[in-house]
């Protein structure tokens, strides 16, 4: 049976595998109050930063007046200066902070999709535009939108052809309607009054459609969730970016009190929902012990991990480990698969729960690979 887990954009998919060990250890947020200023291109950042540990239900609470991303690691100079990135935490919102007269607004960021055939080449050309997708050296980052009306001119037939045999477009935005109200009607059951936007980052409604709502609507504290349950520089990462910029050049969203939740995948609700859902499915098949469990996840550049520090292999890695952790409290010990996927080819290492060891996650893929495909 097959699980897919991570959220990274289905459109590029390149290997992030190294073969380094990578220690498994609930990671730590170093967690900033940042003011952004910007001078010559370049990020100047003024933090108090305090360590966080995950484990604890204490809540940072509300951020302050300026826009408030958390910092883990610097990024390699070669890559874009994503000195604000948000990595590897999730937080608590303390429902107190919220009841009052505040006008409480909650944006969900996700990645959108065409939702016609004629959608399918300027999705893929905003896609491709997206500097945290293709990279390009400082000297020819003029060729960025070039080289995106080329490719998703070139790619749009095909792609086309995948929609078509959906029923024309992506399912994603109604999917993430859906969960959004349903968001919505479970804070309202908490006594918390919150209006629930959502905000895509390539297809409507864009991310500068959610933020000119949430100005209309006049609200005061703002919690910005990624759907995807692991970081990555290419997905909240990318969404978090813009998110960023709009806030820095607008006066109304600068005095905003806001939080961010980075990443989830490890949440208690998530693994059980996971493993719920993978036990469910074992009791279809007549030796449900025999089954091998397929957990498949998008790639990112290698140079993204390596030199950017980005934590997406990590925490996908021990998302599996949690899921599987659980589903042995159930006495399910079923063997598993962990795939990362490119174009051309799928990297794929598989353990089982008994030889599994935390410290020590399996190599993916090759080191000296650099996974474009």
């Not at 890559?79 to 948000?86: E, G, I, T």
Request: with cysteine; hydrophobic share 40%.
């Amino acid at each position: 049976m097959m699980m897919n887990c991570g959220a990274m954009n289905a459109t590029t998919s390149w290997s992030a595998s190294h073969s380094s060990k990578i220690p498994m250890l609930l990671p730590r947020a170093i967690c900033s109050t940042q003011r952004m200023c910007c001078g010559s291109g370049v990020h100047v950042d003024a933090s108090v930063s305090t360590n966080v540990s995950i484990k604890a239900k204490d809540s940072m609470g509300w951020s302050g007046t300026s826009p408030s991303l958390y910092s883990k690691q610097p990024i390699n100079k070669f890559l874009l200066p994503l000195r604000a990135l948000v990595t590897s935490t999730s937080q608590d919102v303390p429902i107190a902070s919220l009841i009052g007269r505040e006008k409480v607004g909650v944006l969900l960021l996700n990645l959108g999709g065409p939702e016609t055939l004629e959608d399918v080449q300027p999705f893929l050309f905003n896609l491709f535009a997206d500097p945290d997708i293709i990279r390009l050296p400082r000297l020819f980052r003029f060729l960025q939108k070039p080289l995106a009306q080329f490719i998703s001119v070139a790619r749009a037939p095909k792609s086309k052809e995948g929609y078509a045999s959906i029923g024309g477009g992506s399912p994603l935005r109604h999917i993430t309607d859906a969960q959004a109200e349903e968001l919505r009607k479970c804070l309202w059951e908490k006594q918390v009054p919150a209006k629930v936007y959502v905000g895509m980052r390539y297809w409507h409604p864009f991310t500068e459609e959610a933020i000119e709502q949430i100005k209309r609507d006049g609200i005061t504290k703002l919690v910005v969730l990624p759907l995807y349950p692991q970081f990555s520089i290419s997905t909240s990462g990318s969404s978090l970016r813009l998110l960023e910029s709009i806030f820095r050049e607008d006066e109304y969203l600068v005095s905003m009190q806001h939080t961010v939740i980075p990443s989830w995948y490890q949440r208690e609700g998530y693994i059980k929902a996971m493993a719920n859902l993978i036990g469910k499915e074992l009791e279809t098949f007549d030796h449900p012990e025999q089954v091998v469990i397929f957990f498949s996840a998008h790639g990112v550049p290698l140079a993204y991990v390596e030199e950017a520090g980005d934590p997406y292999k990590a925490e996908m890695e021990e998302c599996i480990y949690l899921i599987m952790e659980e589903l042995e409290k159930r006495k399910i010990m079923n063997a598993y698969t962990l795939a990362y996927q490119t174009q051309g080819a799928v990297r794929e290492k598989a353990y089982s729960i008994p030889a599994f060891n935390k410290d020590m996650v399996g190599t993916i893929g090759n080191k000296n690979e650099k996974g474009v495909k």
